[in-house]
């Protein structure tokens, strides 16, 4: 049985291996990367899924502002490679629009593969002209509206939006709260 449910501190190990394996070391030299570096995930939206006691996947969403329209950042999104096919990407990808609905976000950008998140409503036409600070495939650059129309006119840069992550005392180093 698998449960989605928020991040919790104690999860980073478990959710850094994860990345780790599902993208290595390549995951750091990404524009997306830069937009959340030193920056804490939107409130509510860093969830995990956990399988027989063991974290299994995750995925966290970002604040931005993509050309001057609030929205959110979705990713990375990981699930243990051996569990590929099962469903469980779907069943946490779905939580997690949800959930930033409830929220009352107003649309979620994201660089992924577009086969893949076309069964969520993400789209390169809702891109429009709004572009990354850094390299990527434009042909990868999606978005959704949460609510119709959200990004009409957008246009220009993403930037980073969200909470900086508080300075740590010497020796500690920060985690996203329980």
Known sequence: MIQIRDERAADCAAREH?????????????TCERLREGRL????????????GRLVATVRLWDVEAGGTPAL????????????GL???????REALSRATALGHRAVILVGDAPYYARFGFTHERV?????????????FLALDLV?????????????TGQQV???LPGEEFRVAA
Do not use: Q, W
């Open 128 to 140: 429009g002209t709004l572009g990354l600070p850094g390299p990527y495939a434009p042909e990868r």
């Open 18 to 30: 994860l990345l780790d394996v599902c993208f290595g070391e390549a995951r750091f030299t990404k």
């Open 166 to 168: 508080p300075s740590a």
């Open 73 to 84: 950042m979705l990713g990375p999104i990981a699930v243990d490679p051996a569990l590929h």
């Open 148 to 160: 119709p129309g959200a990004l009409d006119g957008a246009s220009g840069m993403v930037r980073a």
């Open 41 to 52: 995930p939107s409130d509510g939206l860093a969830l995990v899924v956990e399988m027989d």
């Open 87 to 93: 469903g469980i990407g779907n069943r946490l990808m």
